[in-house]
């Protein structure tokens, strides 16, 4: 990612805190002052809204990837979102204050943090994009592309919310792209 | 933003480009490989896509903000997007190799880096997330909101298509708003 030196990189590593956390724990609630981002180790992940007492998944996360709800992290303030584990999760932790120490010891560490909000940034575009120039199917079809195991880890009603359309129709959907008729 | 020492501004000052562009001009096209980010000093310009012929305006920015086709400016990739000003603009251009430059030569300009792809970042998921929350009313209520002079400045087809509606179905909400009737 960023090229750090050897003090530079075991200053960062004595930063992270490794964390085991259950499957369907609240990381993040809506309301909060999220201090942590995270890095899954493994397990799996998922950021929601709420809305009208529904609650609406806004992405996936699963091993090797972040989550975070960035706007609470990085301005500290009240998190819109809800991060709750869908699986039992190996996590690394980052802590806001261990980051903003670290980076005025190091400032170097700052691209590395410029370099997580830079691909935040763009993962999320994608995403937002997706919304605005493809049908729910096509939608559906590159989650799978991306995640093949998606639909055996993330319940069905959670992928249709994701996709913005209901539990019938993603189950069509998942009929025609099998082969079977509706 | 972030505090910069009077060596630090003027080498970034010195970076910074002036340019005067007429309204309807071209600063990125889809497939292009941005070098360029735009500071929009006075005007305003939209951010687009193209979908089947059609353009799709996926955001519009006017003076003081800061406009690009991010994920090809940070990551040098083709553009999935389009920008074009709606105004005749005074830009502020920030190229990719100076930048490059001089972050090199003065790496606190990093952290101004970072400020500007989290910023990005804040802006885009509170957009993606109205859209996920937001009926195309309170969108379009919102939109008002932050910009008043939106709906005399930015024709109302390029407004209904970042909605995500029809424009008879904008006019009908801004009867409603207006308080005619239907």
Chains 1, 2 share one sequence.
Do not use: W
């Amino acid at each position: 990612m960023v090229p750090l030196t050897n003090k530079e990189q075991e200053a960062f590593a004595d930063m992270l805190i490794y964390r085991s956390v259950p499957k369907k724990f609240m990381l993040v609630n809506v309301g909060d002052v999220s201090r942590e981002a995270y890095f899954v180790n493994s397990g799996c992940a998922r950021l929601f809204y709420r809305k009208n007492g529904e609650e609406v998944s806004a992405n996936f996360v699963f091993e090797n990837n972040f989550i975070a709800s960035l706007e609470s992290f990085l301005l500290q303030v009240p998190s819109r979102q809800a991060i709750e584990t869908l699986e039992d999760c190996e996590l690394v932790v980052l802590q806001k204050e261990r980051l903003t120490e670290l980076i005025k010891k190091h400032p170097r560490i700052e691209s590395f943090s410029r370099a997580i909000a830079e691909r935040a940034f763009i993962i999320l575009q994608r995403r937002a994009s997706s919304f605005i120039l493809d049908s729910p199917e096509e939608r559906y079809m590159k989650m799978l592309n991306e995640h093949p195991q998606i639909s055996s880890r993330i319940p069905q009603h959670m992928i249709a919310s994701y996709l913005g359309i209901t539990p019938v129709s993603l189950s069509r959907i998942r009929k025609r792209i099998s082969g079977g008729t509706d």
